[in-house]
């Protein structure tokens, strides 16, 4: 059965002529179709509009083995035996345990898996310089039940200092198989602001130090390539998390062939990411994380963890621990998502963009290692995340990196969502912040919500629906994405009956609404009939220079700007 029977054979000069012809009914000008549709990455990667078989890379990547799907690991960082056993009990198959201050006290650790399994349920720890004592509890609590533990201790150079992570992980090599002793935590990079490719070249730089560090300590390469977990954040860009993890898993085979060991493959365990959560209109959070955790299954973490839709508001509760393992079940379970070895493989798209990633974060990780090492080069590697960050912050600003429920399609009625204060997350790397990319905007819904009452900016339509719809459709999006409320005028033409609207309203701040055609014949009577009745600032939905209108709302300006400027003509108390 040949599915292209029938059809006429089709080369790319055919769809760049059919494609250019699209784009010339819609008025965008381009040399070829490329130049118009291609987008970049932060990483510099160019996204092309059309992949085939020649750009595919020379070398394809060999796919991870799978049978049974990835382990579902949970984060707990509240001394909460209940929740545990609930979690291990509904499909959950492996903790990860956050110890120390502001979260679980390593004293509680043995009482609160005084009922977990500890041969079947492996145990991640997440104890920074507390990990020896934490160590110690758990190979306690395994010798009097007699069995052998497995999962991560948690330890790294970073936080638990040179010679204890080297002994614990010469003590794991000799005595606890099923155990690895250092987890190389790559998530607050990403959290900072990096990009994908800030984010590999620093796991990849952490992982030499620490490959330096135990062979320095007398294990064998094999042995301390054995001893190392890497965990990464996974975004709801599916395809860019997709390609991250299947490139990271090239660049540490790279590193194991230049260190001559047999076995090199990386242990990954895969994030939901905690910069992309909102805590306005949180449910949205339900779908970002299950699109992130298709993303991680699919590009071939062996753990992962899909945070609860309320986690950057506090300690989640139980309907949200639920959804979250919940999420993993369906994808595992009903949707076969963990079936197949590496479903990615052999897609044009996908292969290209991993190679691409990786030669950029195999460039960035020569870098450090050309610096001295991460530890070393800990200024370059906050300098490159730092103007990252900010791009990402101007396109956030310019809503050409729209958030669903905050600076898209905000809902000012929405009943908050409110939790007990949580820990602070993963520990944040020396002189790295850690963002949420929703953060700027909540912060300006947080302050027009504090007002006595909502500020309120008026949009001046005029023209019939059909004329002005669109525009103030597009305005109210905007204001309302800053918590201000919007009050429209309705059809109609009378300057001075829009002006007694504005009025009534009780706003300083107008905005005029209408088509270009509209504009051209009522926009400067509008705008003198709304400052006579005392309008301190009057906008433009659109573009267009008239006399009375202060500055024009667009596709593309800077939102964030121009509710701060609104916030300042509204008088708002911060």
Known sequence: MHLVAGFPPTNRDDWRALALEVL???GVEAGSPEEALSSITYDGVTLAPLYDAADLPKTLRKGVARDAGWDVRQRHAVADAEAVLADLEHGVTSLWLVLGAGAIPVGRLADLLREVLLDLAPIVLEAGPE?????ETLFGLAAERGVSPTGNLGASIGTAGRDTTAELAARCA???PGMRAVLLDATPYHDAGGSDADELGCSIALGVEHLRALTDAGLTAEQAFGQLEFRYAVTDDQFAAIAKLR??????????????AADGGQRQHAVTSSAMMTARDPWVNLLRTTIACFAAGVGGADAVTVQPFDACLGVPDAFARRMARNTQALLLEEAGAGR???PAAGSWYVERRTADLADRAWAWF????????????????AERIAETRDRRADDIAHRRFPITGVSEFPHLDEKPVRRSPGDEGALAEEGLPRIRYARE???????ADAQPERPVVFLATFGPVAAHTARAAFAANLFQAGGLATQTAGPGTDPDQIATAFAVSGSDVACLCSSDKMYGLHAEAVAAALRRAGARKIWLAGKGSYEGVDDCLYAGCDALAVLRTTFDDLEVTR
């Open 366 to 381: 020569q870098e450090i290692e050309a610096a001295g090492g991460i530890t070393a080069a800990s200024g370059l590697v």
């Open 24 to 26: 010339r009914k819609t």
């Open 247 to 260: 490139a990271a898993r090239t660049l540490w085979a790279r590193v194991a062939e230049v260190c001559g």
């Open 131 to 135: 990990v020896r004592e934490a160590a």
């Open 174 to 176: 000799a005595d606890f």
């Open 441 to 447: 905007f909540e912060e300006l819904r947080d302050l």
């Open 340 to 342: 197949v070895a590496d």
